[in-house]
Each structure stands twice: as C-alpha cells, then as structure tokens.
Nanobody, 128 residues
Framework: QLQLVESGGGLVQPGGSLRLSCAASGFVLDYYTIGWFRQAPGKAREGVSCLSKTGGRINYAGSVKGRFTISRDNAKNTVYLHMASLRPEDTAVYYC?????????????????????WGQGTVVTVSS
C-alpha cells in the first residue's frame, strides 16, 4: 500500500525555520514526482514546490522562492521541505503528494488534481 507520512510541523516565530519530512512506504519514491502543497484556512490548496525523479526538475511557487528548498534522500525514501525566513502568511496545513513521474513531471503549474497519493498533512503556524 502506497503511503506518505509528513512530520516536522509546529509553531515558529516569523523569520524562523522548519524542516518538513515526507516519508514514503510501499513504493520507491525516486520513480515519482513529489509535490509539497499547502492549504490555509478558507483558501484553496496551492502548490509550494515539486521535484521530479533524481536529477530532474525542481520548481517553487513565487511566494516561497529563495526561502524554501526541496530535497530528497533516496536511501531513506524521504523528501524534505526546508523552510526559512518564515512569514505569517506561510501558516497552513502542508501536504506532500506523489504521482508516477511517467504521468506527470514537475512543472510550474503544480496542480493538486494531478497528484494521486497524499499524506495526512502537518500544521505549520508562523506567529509571534
């Protein structure tokens, strides 16, 4: 069974940092396009960053470019989202999601409906 489990969320002050993890089980993550998405209260889910299979494409939403970094550890079958210089507007539930890379590659649109397997989400709150 394909499963994704996010962790690493929490409460952080503006300007602080967090690292989110997305651990995969039941499949080899390297064959999949990975996306990080977030959903703030009352807002639609939006793409934050995506990563194609190893050596492939990486993309960031304009609002996080230069502050967030996506990476993967194939040995641990885990993808990370390093978030720095956090702002109150980054407050949201963060989700990781995957889709086979032969179906969808990482691109600028990062449309949630294209991703098939989702984690349960982890809450990030940026507040003083």
């Amino acid at each position: 069974q394909l499963q994704l489990v996010e962790s690493g969320g929490g409460l952080v002050q503006p300007g602080g940092s967090l690292r989110l993890s997305c651990a995969a089980s039941g499949f080899v993550l390297d064959y999949y396009t990975i996306g990080w998405f977030r959903q703030a209260p009352g807002k639609a889910r939006e793409g934050v960053s995506c990563l194609s299979k190893t050596g492939g494409r990486i993309n960031y939403a304009g609002s996080v470019k230069g502050r967030f970094t996506i990476s993967r550890d194939n040995a641990k079958n885990t993808v990370y989202l390093h978030m720095a210089s956090l702002r109150p507007e980054d407050t949201a539930v963060y989700y990781c999601a995957t889709v086979p890379s032969v179906q969808v590659s990482c691109g600028p649109t990062m449309n949630p409906i294209e991703y098939e397997t989702w984690g349960q989400g982890t809450v990030v709150t940026v507040s003083s």
